[in-house]
């Protein structure tokens, strides 16, 4: 059981270039949700998806896509990069009954965009 | 979801309770309140939750007033390794943590 896994670790990017984030679970989690961290601030909500087929916007998605197409994974596109997107990034899981419970978090992705 | 305030720095003698608060003045009764910390820029990992009793598990407790204002996250006996960010969120009971609201929360460091 691995948890939640994030790909790649670190990244750099030129302007304008596009690329993939990863993000995996194996804990049959349906909720999944992307967030972005620029220094010295919390966490800001990406996108997010309550389950297969199913993605919404968070507080900043703009420049962002993503899809889910399976319950495992959950991937957040950069269309066209721009430095305003360096940041640490970080996917989540949870269950999705109404239940109390917790979120799980990646280890994050560093991206920097020159 | 009701906002919180949190003090932004606290220092902790190891060894000595670390006793972390934060305000959620509007609060709805379906509302739990959450606690995470995020070590050295490491993802959030949850420490604790409640909604109107206090709580205690291996890592923490959490004590919630009466009015359900304001709670304190109590770390028994902090260590050097309790150096983190610590966050306070309160969410609504009948939904998923998708949608987590994160503030800049209370940087505590433990002293040697």
């Known amino acids: 059981n691995a948890g939640v896994t994030q790909t790649p670790k670190f990244q750099v990017l030129k302007t304008g270039q596009s690329m993939t984030l990863q993000c995996a679970q194996d804990?049959?989690?349906?909720?999944m949700s992307w967030y972005r961290q620029d220094p010295g601030m919390g966490l800001r909500l990406i996108h997010y998806s309550v389950g297969a087929g199913i993605t919404d916007q968070g507080e900043v998605p703009n420049g962002y896509n993503v899809s889910r197409s399976t319950t495992e994974d959950f991937p957040l596109r950069l269309l066209s990069a721009a430095p305003s997107q360096t940041s640490v990034y970080f996917c989540?899981?949870?269950?999705?009954?109404?239940?109390?419970?917790?979120?799980?978090f990646g280890q994050g992705t560093r991206l920097t965009v020159v | 979801d009701a906002k919180t305030t949190q003090p932004p720095s606290m220092d902790c003698a190891e060894g000595r309770a670390a006793n972390l608060p934060c305000n959620h003045s509007?609060?709805?009764?379906?509302?739990?309140v959450y606690w995470y910390r995020q070590i050295h820029s490491q993802g959030p990992q949850y420490i604790i939750h409640?909604?109107?009793n206090n709580e205690t598990n291996e890592m923490a407790s959490l004590i919630i007033t009466e009015d359900r204002k304001s709670s304190t996250l109590i770390l028994p006996h902090a260590t050097l390794r309790d150096t983190a960010v610590y966050y306070c969120i309160v969410r609504v009971a009948l939904f998923g943590n998708e949608k987590l609201t994160f503030g800049t929360g209370t940087r505590l460091t433990i002293i040697p």
């Open positions: 804990m049959n989690h349906e909720y």
């Open positions: 509007t609060i709805s009764g379906n509302e739990y």
């Open positions: 989540a899981s949870s269950y999705s009954t109404d239940r109390d419970t917790e979120a799980f």
């Open positions: 409640g909604l109107k």
